[in-house]
């Protein structure tokens, strides 16, 4: 697997938790009554998601670029491991969560104002989705963490990109008001998020770690996050 299919492999099992937090955004966009251009308009929306989430790879990438470069890049990828652990832990200990405080993540922000004056001037679907790309969420920050890993902005940007073509397909399907899946099986995927969190942190810490195991902990050397 290649960091890019990682990418979208993650976009698509926390597509779960966009619709859960950007569904009623998306729903809440003025939009046209024809089919085809329903659906143009929603894939003009989840694309603009994906350009922010591009660009914002482009800049963690800028600052992982010059850590690689300073040979910091086992220290790197443990990091990252232990911030995904603990955001994983946060969601698995609802105490834990109060206590360090990640809800605070997604209070008000800038953002949310800027979307609701564009939604009120008929911005447009991509426009609203571009700037939905930069409001705070914890998903994005893993992916983020993870991005951080690959050896260059382009490649950090390309894994961002990816990562939300990964969400489009359950957030456009969600947004088209398909009766997608039943309460409990969103629930039993919501509730496996924290478990796969846990193993991306655990496998970046292993990475870092340079024990010499083939695909697990390969040595680290200039390239991309996979093998």
């Given at each position: 697997?290649?960091?890019?299919?990682?990418a979208f492999i993650i976009g698509l099992l926390g597509s779960w938790h966009c619709?859960?937090?950007?569904?009623?955004?998306?729903?809440?966009?003025?939009?046209?009554?024809?089919?085809?251009?329903?659906?143009?308009?929603?894939?003009?929306?989840?694309?603009?998601?994906?350009?922010?989430?591009?660009?914002?790879?482009?800049?963690i990438g800028l600052l992982g670029k010059q850590l690689w470069i300073a040979g910091?890049?086992?220290?790197?990828?443990?990091?990252?491991?232990?911030?995904?652990?603990?955001?994983?832990?946060?969601?698995?200990?609802?105490?834990?969560?109060?206590?360090?405080?990640?809800?605070?993540?997604?209070?008000?922000n800038p953002v949310q104002s800027l979307i609701i004056k564009a939604i009120k001037?008929?911005?447009?679907?991509?426009?609203?989705?571009?700037?939905?790309?930069?409001?705070?969420?914890?998903?994005?920050?893993?992916?983020?963490?993870?991005?951080?890993?690959?050896?260059?902005?382009?490649?950090?940007?390309?894994?961002?990109?990816?990562?939300?073509?990964?969400?489009?397909?359950?957030?456009?399907?969600?947004?088209?008001?398909?009766?997608?899946?039943?309460?409990?099986?969103?629930?039993?995927?919501?509730?496996?998020?924290?478990?796969?969190?846990?193993?991306?942190?655990?496998?970046?810490?292993?990475?870092?770690?340079?024990?010499?195991?083939?695909?697990?902990?390969?040595?680290?050397?200039?390239?991309?996050?996979?093998?």
């Amino acid at each position: 697997m290649n960091h890019l299919q990682l990418a979208f492999i993650i976009g698509l099992l926390g597509s779960w938790h966009c619709v859960g937090m950007c569904g009623p955004l998306a729903f809440a966009i003025p939009s046209n009554t024809n089919k085809t251009a329903l659906i143009l308009e929603k894939l003009s929306y989840n694309l603009g998601r994906a350009i922010s989430y591009a660009f914002l790879g482009l800049l963690i990438g800028l600052l992982g670029k010059q850590l690689w470069i300073a040979g910091f890049q086992q220290s790197l990828s443990i990091i990252s491991g232990v911030l995904i652990l603990i955001a994983a832990l946060t969601q698995l200990i609802p105490r834990l969560n109060t206590k360090i405080g990640f809800n605070n993540l997604n209070s008000f922000n800038p953002v949310q104002s800027l979307i609701i004056k564009a939604i009120k001037f008929k911005s447009g679907h991509f426009i609203i989705g571009m700037l939905n790309g930069f409001l705070p969420c914890g998903f994005v920050y893993l992916a983020l963490a993870t991005a951080l890993n690959t050896s260059s902005a382009t490649q950090s940007s390309l894994f961002m990109f990816f990562f939300g073509l990964g969400t489009l397909p359950l957030m456009l399907i969600a947004t088209l008001g398909f009766d997608f899946a039943k309460p409990s099986l969103r629930k039993a995927i919501n509730n496996t998020l924290p478990w796969f969190m846990l193993l991306m942190g655990l496998w970046l810490i292993l990475r870092g770690a340079n024990l010499n195991i083939p695909f697990l902990s390969p040595v680290l050397s200039e390239g991309a996050i996979c093998h």
